[in-house]
């Protein structure tokens, strides 16, 4: 069955549209809410809110204590802190389930409602279709004596950051590194900078001032020009980028070069690899590159293709039991040292294979990407994208034949037709893109 306000990484929109208002938020909350009361636990269920730097934030953080609290559920609130934070604190504490109020990689002015149940896990398409359930039921308010009661907690960051630093060999450190640490002006400002310097690194924090409207502004893992000129000014040995709410990365070397996720992944399994370590194989996506999968297969490794999403990443994951995977966009996932993405532990993750193998960045890869053109097309509710290209999409395919790939999808979080063409030749993958953009455009 189709969800109708749940993407695939939970429910976003511009604030102040439909479904990111605060009574539609205040019933979510709510609806999420009663699912727990009906678990048939014997306590009072006790949900953790964790939020990044946006505006918007203190509204509907508000809007969901509301919520929780009428259905008699009981809320610990944080403060800013990344995803994969309040990930670990839903596990760490025992609570029966977790909420982040984040848009992560988009614009200040959107912000979304993503869910944890117990353990820290993201929620299944079965506990998603039960919420929107009761979504569609009058909300109700309990009893004064049934209501649930909320309180702040201190310290929450700090026990993120031991956390953090415990996925790090315990025989290595940091020091002797000069690291330019990228937060995005989002939620991890105050967490990632702290992790790299405990571990011994000289640190050079930017994107670290947020004020509410900054969030993902120039900054962070979708936009890199800053951290690649922070890196060449500072001298330094390595930039770390996250994205507004912490579970994206990309590094830069020292020569200012870009390394996105389909490579830093590329460097983990290669170094787990070289020490001999059970792992599996490694899972990426429609949209992992072609010469990784190639470069993968040539040691030996194993590699799968999900759906574009990390929640598909992870279920292919769980599926074969394999314990590393992720996006080029930066989503990594390392099972064995935390059940969902985490920006600062994945770079963490890198720097001890790059220690390990003995290697900097540039030696490490050593595969050639195969040039991709990816376009985002916008699209309009309802319009029929498919049907409009597929005469041209057969034309495409057939010209590329071996030489590339295609793939067209329709983005889970954003209006938009994500056209992606990869090929042997540059000017062959951007040609066959913009026909298909074009195409989908005039529709």
Known sequence: MARKYFGTDGVRSEVGQFPITPDFVMKLGCAFGRILMQSGKHHQPTVIIGKDTRISGYMLETALVAGFAAAGVNVLQTGPLPTPAIAYLTRAFRLDGGVMISASHNRYSDNGIKFFAEGGVKLSDEMELAIEAELEK??????????????????ADDRYIEFCKSTFPSNMDLRGLKLVVDTANGAGYHTAPKVFHELGAEVIAIGNEPNGFNINDKVGATYTKTLQAAVLQNDADYGIALDGDGDRLMMVDKHGVVYDGDKLIYVIAKARATQGLSF????????????????????????????????????????????????????????????????????????????????????????????????????????????????????????????GRVVLRASGTEPVVRVMVEAEQAVLAEQCANRLADTIRAA
């Open 138 to 155: 009058e909300m109700h308010t309990l009893s004064s004596a049934q209501l649930g009661r909320a309180r702040r907690i201190s310290g």
């Open 280 to 403: 599996g194989g490694v899972v990426g996506t429609v949209m992992s590159n072609l010469a990784m999968e190639k470069a993968l297969n040539g040691r030996g490794i194993e590699f799968a293709r999900a759906k574009v999403g990390d929640r598909y990443v992870l279920e292919q994951l769980h599926e074969r039991a394999w314990l590393i995977g992720g996006e080029a966009s930066g989503h990594i996932l390392c099972m064995d040292k935390h059940n969902t993405g985490d920006g600062t532990i994945s770079a963490l993750q890198v720097l001890a294979a790059l220690n390990i193998l003995g290697q900097d960045l540039h030696a490490a890869i050593d595969w050639q990407p195969y040039p991709q053109t990816m376009i985002n097309v916008r699209i309009q509710k309802g319009q029929d994208w498919q049907t409009a290209s597929q005469e041209v999409l057969a034309q495409v395919e057939t010209e590329l034949g071996e030489r």
